[in-house]
């Protein structure tokens, strides 16, 4: 079996740890030819991030800049054909989950069932405070979360759920899903977000592991499910080192992977050997043509040979 790849889109979101230059004059024009690149070069997800409000005291280092991830999916969705749509990550803790339902179940809708839904615990405590979210009790909340989402993303027009922050029963959600099982792919690298993808998760994000702490991650997320006796299919992802593919003419960083097609995917074979089965790819770039160069490369002679 081939190692799937994705992408985490620019734009969308433009945190100084990342974003390229050029990305603070783009917009929704650029989105959509790079969603439409990536899903011609076969990616398995286009994703995007989830912020409601960024406090002054963090807006210098993660910017302000945040698209919606459900009206951002959406409008990627009507222009890409089969990439899948991934919230990497929301914080489904700053929102009732009826509210988080009824908007990606739309969206799956609407996709025809391409949505994979991201999920994690979040970070900024005046974010959660200014929507009335406990901040001190968001991994708690979480854990119910997905089991309240499970049941609202489910088949049943009139779900329930019983729980100790969140109940409901007997309430209608039309359109349903596409999809029979939406994919729950949890994020985080804690000792307590490895867990919860573990036991709740279709799927783990995790949250920029280098290779090296990746196998005992994975190890002891199989540990728990095996444990668990958790016998359903589980994605486990990565995110790589930056990549060009080719000899970059322009000082790319020193912990980018460049190179020959080859030799990259080379290298990234060391993921699915630790057992990674889906990679987030990200590429340093100029512009946006640079960008969607770097993707057609990628898919056209990098991924044949994973």
Known sequence: MSLAYGIQLPVQSQSTMYAEPWEADAGPADLVEIARAADRAGFAYVAACDHVAI??????????????????????????TRVRLLSHVAVVGLRHPLVTAKQYATLDHLSGGRLVLGVGAGHVREEFEALGADFE????????????????????????????????????????????RVPVWVGGSSPAAVRRAALRGDGWLPQG??????????????????????????????????????PPSWNVGRRTLTGSPQALAES??????????????????????????????????VAPHL
């Not at 945040?66 to 969705?77: G, N, Q």
């Not at 309240?148 to 759920?161: C, K, N, Q, V």
């Not at 969140?166 to 029979?180: I, S």
């Open 137 to 180: 009790r968001r991994g708690t909340v979480l854990d119910e979360t997905i089991d309240a989402l499970r049941a609202a993303l489910g088949p049943d027009e009139f779900p329930s759920h019983h729980g100790k922050t969140y109940d409901f029963e007997g309430l209608g959600q039309r359109p349903r899903p596409a999809q029979a």
């Open 55 to 80: 406090p002054r005291r963090l807006a210098e280092a993660m910017s302000t800049v945040w698209y919606d991830p459900v009206a951002t999916l959406a409008h990627l969705a009507a222009v890409t």
């Open 209 to 246: 592991d280098p290779r090296d702490r990746l196998p005992a991650q994975i190890e002891r997320i199989r540990r728990l499910r095996a444990e668990a006796g958790v016998e359903e299919p589980f994605t486990v992802g990565a995110i790589t080192e930056p990549l060009y593919v080719g």
């Open 268 to 301: 990234l074979r060391a993921y699915p050997a630790m057992g990674v089965d889906q990679i987030q790819v990200r590429f340093r770039c100029r512009s946006r043509s640079e960008l969607i160069e770097q993707i057609t490369a990628f898919g056209a002679e």
